[in-house]
């Protein structure tokens, strides 16, 4: 077996495709980097025990002999590790994504990098969100007789589910499509009130959505024009995917899951199976809509007739395709439209990462210097406003993509971006949205630098055990100097001098290996 000593790296992504082409038939693993990682992973899961989302009545830990992690100087000794764990998991991806642009490693070691890191995330106590204990309990809520679109957790008279959901959204509705309320039902049919299981079982359902983003992401990328060991980095080895949509975890990768395989059938001239995949992925979460009059414009791109006569054969289709499926959807899983009025139900959250609601918050703060207004008025008046302009973009950048092919889809991914920023409540998470089809574009380092210092922040916006660190001014402060470190450690090796060389040896593993 040989091995290959790290290169310097090169200073553009296109000047790796040479590099890329030599290792096609060869998968050298970057073992050192995959290692670090894993161990960030599993030290994640350790101390999660301790630091992240755990329940209110844990049986594993409960009183016994190490229920001091979760108490005084144990919790605070537990998050400290579990934050080492996140750097040492932002440290590998970032010296992976440094072999993958050089060209020295291929697609199939970044797989193996990423299932590396995933897999403790499967097994770990949900961090830095609550939202997994939420799907439990509207998993539970039909089981039990009650309408999950008219009630809330709160209705149930199961004390292991409604103990850990938030207070926050005990009343509050499933704001879900139906399909996953089918799915939650069907988690739920199997565990009972066992939370543990409950999550675990839910965790695994929606790992379904990784797999189809990572089935899709060729087909994207030979469409769009990107590289596919770049696009799996960034959408399927990243800390957004690992740390948050897989140890979180959040029904949104599921969406993003069909999305991305739909629109790769699609692209792929495949319509009807691409827009009815499309339309599962919205009856998982509704924002997947966003991304379908843009694949209508793809769809009447591969016709052969007038532009307007080959836009109205492909919304006709699409629009029979949709209500089809959806129906469908709707109908298996025993439920009926009332989530469609649930939708509003994350504007009760209030945070700046939703531009329009920041902008609100700055503009009180500036007024509350001359006269005491409640900030609701501005805040609210700003969403308006950001309502308005989100549509304005939505429009334009539709119109635009009416030549379809990949641009259109470039469109879409950032149509979804804006969604996810102008919408009245923005949450970590939603930026993925786009970026799973973004992922698949051409990137310049200087762009991908950028995204990696985004991804690192938008993690630590909040604790490891889901609460807001928005307006912990001290921390974000922190948290915005780690980030773009991250960002410019892709860009230049060990920014700050305390390491010296990088000369990670690869294992070499393919055909040329026994010479």
Request: hydrophobic share 55%; charged share 10%.
């Amino acid at each position: 077996m040989s091995t290959t000593t790290g290169a310097p790296p090169v200073t553009t992504v296109d000047d790796a495709t040479n590099a890329e082409r030599d290792v096609r038939r060869t998968h050298p693993l970057p073992v050192r980097t995959i290692a670090l990682g894993t161990i960030g992973s599993v030290l994640i899961l350790i101390s999660a025990l301790g630091a992240g989302a755990i329940l209110a009545q844990d049986p594993l830990i409960g009183q016994g002999a190490f229920s001091w992690i979760r108490y005084g100087h144990g919790r605070m000794l537990a998050t400290i590790v579990l934050y080492v764990g996140f750097l040492l998991v932002v440290w590998a991806w970032v010296r992976l994504g440094r072999h993958v642009l050089a060209g020295r490693v291929g697609t199939r070691p970044v797989l193996v990098a990423a299932a590396c890191w995933i897999a403790p995330m499967l097994l770990s106590p949900p961090v830095f969100s609550r939202d997994a204990y939420l799907y439990v309990a509207y998993g539970t809520l039909p089981l039990h007789g009650f309408d999950p679109f008219t009630v809330g957790p709160g209705s149930l008279d199961v004390d292991p589910v409604v103990d850990n959901v938030d207070s926050f959204w005990q009343s509050t509705p499933a704001p879900y499509g139906p399909l996953f309320i089918l799915l939650a039902k069907s988690v739920i049919a199997v565990t009972g009130t066992n939370m543990i299981a409950g999550v675990l079982l839910m965790r695994l359902g929606l790992l379904v959505g990784v797999l189809l983003v990572m089935w899709a992401l060729p087909t994207l990328v030979r469409h769009l024009g990107g590289r596919l060991p770049v696009a799996m980095w960034l959408a399927i080895a990243g800390p957004m995917t690992v740390v948050h949509l897989v140890g979180g975890p959040h029904n949104d990768v599921l969406m993003v899951g069909f999305l991305a395989a739909g629109t790769a059938l699609v692209l792929d001239r495949r319509h009807v199976l691409g827009i009815a995949l499309v339309t599962v992925g919205v009856a998982v979460k509704a924002t997947g809509a966003v991304a379908l009059p843009f694949l209508v414009w793809v769809w009447a791109g591969h016709l052969n007739s007038t532009l307007w006569r080959n836009f109205a054969r492909a919304c006709a289709f699409s629009i029979g395709i949709f209500l089809v499926t959806f129906a469908a959807a709707t109908f298996a899983s025993g439920v009926n439209l009332g989530w469609l009025s649930a939708l509003d139900a994350p504007t009760a959250i209030v945070n700046w990462l939703s531009l329009p609601t920041g902008a609100g918050e700055i503009i009180h703060s500036i007024v509350g210097l001359v006269i005491d207004l409640p900030k609701v008025y501005f805040v609210n008046a700003m969403r308006v406003a950001g309502g308005v302009l989100m549509l304005v973009i939505l429009v334009r950048q539709w119109w635009r993509a009416r030549d379809g092919g990949p641009d259109a889809v470039k469109r879409a991914a950032i149509a979804l971006l804006v969604v996810a920023i102008l919408s009245p409540a923005t949450l970590p998470w939603y930026l993925t949205w786009g970026f799973m089809l973004a992922a698949a574009l051409p990137w310049k380092r200087r762009q991908l630098a950028v995204q990696v210092s985004l991804a690192v922040f938008l993690v630590l916006t909040y604790t490891p055990s889901g609460d807001d660190l928005l307006y912990n001014w001290t921390f974000m402060f922190c948290a915005a100097g780690v980030s773009v470190l991250a960002g410019v450690s892709l860009l230049r090796h060990d920014p700050l001098n305390l390491f010296g060389a990088d000369r990670e040896h690869l294992v070499t593993v393919g055909p040329r290996a026994a010479h």
